[in-house]
């Protein structure tokens, strides 16, 4: 969304120079934040719920672009159900990420659980993982459009389709600090409506972000950007609503290794003021009823 932003001038229009880093998994991103290397992040939620519970209260969600999981966990042809993943490595970014996430609670379904059953092997980003799996270096890869699209071009095939679950997560959420907000309030207000933007962008004008991300991600085969698309466009928030239990559904998995996740009310870590802001100014609906 921030490429698309960026690309269509829409930070130029609200005045904002932002410097657009991609970091692979919500864990780093949490450490950048902290660090004060970054002030504003799109981002899946575990690191930042983990970095909440530790201690880290500065940390604020301010909005959402996705709050279900819509990872996919691809294989070879020969693996057929998910009971054939015993003992077998599950390519992932990075552990602590969204894909490690989404596996857990995926194959819990199937009463299989990490450690058990079968473990993870991280390889840095999506990319990454599909260049393992199509070299054959592993032969499970949990994967995101559009490389799963590239995969299953490729002779792969879905064991277990993501979209299909709904997971509640907060899978790709605005994060910052309460310390920033207090400092720079209408930068990110400012930032918020850039966002709410370039979400009515991703919703009507596909060729655009097909043109975004070929130029990003460097995927132009129209099939497989289709497939992305469609997929993906179902579970993404056109109003950038951060839904509650996204963030409870996090808090109970951490809960799991760390019992002061069970004293932590989902509610406290978000600051809905520019999503407010937006809806009762008008400006979502002007937004939205223009063509």
Known sequence: ?????????????????????????????????????AEMTLTGGVGNVRGYVQ???????????????????V????????????GKKIGITRIGGNSQYFTIQALRRFNME??????????????????????????????????????????????????????????????TKRSVIGKRPEVIGRFMRA??????????DREFVYKVLGKYLRVTDRNVLDSAYSAEIKAMEPRLAIKIESL???????????ARAKKVKPQ???DSRYLDEMEK???????WAKR
């Not at 690309?7 to 949490?30: C, H, N, P, R």
């Not at 201690?55 to 966990?73: C, E, H, P, R, Y």
């Not at 070299?135 to 879905?158: E, K």
């Not at 966002?195 to 009507?204: D, G, L, Q, R, Y």
């Open 1 to 37: 969304m921030p490429w698309i932003a960026q690309e269509a001038g829409v930070f130029k229009k609200y005045d904002l120079d932002f410097q657009l880093v991609f970091i692979a998994s919500s864990g780093m991103v949490t450490a950048a934040l902290l660090g004060g290397d």
């Open 55 to 73: 201690g880290a209260t500065d940390l604020v969600f301010v909005g959402s672009a996705k709050n279900v999981m819509t990872q996919n966990i």
């Open 75 to 86: 294989v070879a042809p020969a693996i057929k159900k998910p009971e054939d993943l015993k």
């Open 114 to 175: 990490p450690g058990r059953d079968f473990s993870f092997i991280q390889t840095g980003g999506d990319p990454e993982t599909l260049a393992a799996l199509l070299s054959g270096g592993i032969d499970t890869a949990v994967l995101t459009p559009p490389t799963d699209a590239q995969a299953i071009a490729q002779g792969f095939h879905y064991l277990v389709y993501g979209p299909d679950l709904k997971i509640p997560y907060a899978a790709a959420s605005f994060v």
């Open 195 to 204: 966002m709410a933007e370039a979400s009515k962008i991703m919703h009507t």
């Open 248 to 258: 409870h559904a996090i808090l109970d998995e951490v809960a799991q290794s760390d």
């Open 268 to 270: 406290e870590l978000v």
């Open 281 to 287: 100014s008008g400006f979502m609906d002007r937004l």
